[in-house]
């Protein structure tokens, strides 16, 4: 297992990965060390260019792990358009478990790979920001910053 620690307008993100996939994207420091890869500094420069504002859509391999359900959930987040947003029921009924929202919520929660899984891009059905891993703060500066570089953001 690979760490490598990045510096962002997020704070320090810990990005973890095999030789073949990333498999974690957390906020904070993790510290529990295990040295970088071509891959991690392939996703650190990913995450840069992000927060610069010049990349809309991520291209690494990514190995989120979690049940079949909350995989199907990250797959569907991933298809969420940059400067969008959604609602957990949305997500619910293309994951075909239309009255699942709650279940999305939590499988949301579980996400391992924030940001290049986006689920700060899930929203509540009234607009509102709900819980996010790296606070709601963070939250907002991600969505703001991706309404600001696409000029079309949508609330739900």
Known sequence: MYELVVQSPAGPLTLTATEL????LHFGELGSGGGSSPLLE???AQL????AGSRR??????APAGTPFQRRVWDALREIPYGKTVCYRDIAARVGCPKGFRAVGLA??????????PCHRVVGADGSLTG???????KKMLLELE??????????
């Not at 996010?132 to 963070?138: A, D, E, R």
Request: charged letters at 15%.
């Open 21 to 24: 996939a990333i498999t974690g």
């Open 42 to 44: 392939q996703a650190a």
């Open 48 to 51: 840069e260019e992000y927060f």
């Open 57 to 62: 859509t991520f291209d690494l391999p990514l």
């Open 108 to 117: 949301n929660n579980r996400n391992p790979i924030s940001i290049f899984i």
């Open 132 to 138: 996010y891993g790296g606070g709601l703060s963070v």
């Open 147 to 156: 309404a600001r570089e696409s000029q079309s953001a949508e609330i739900c």
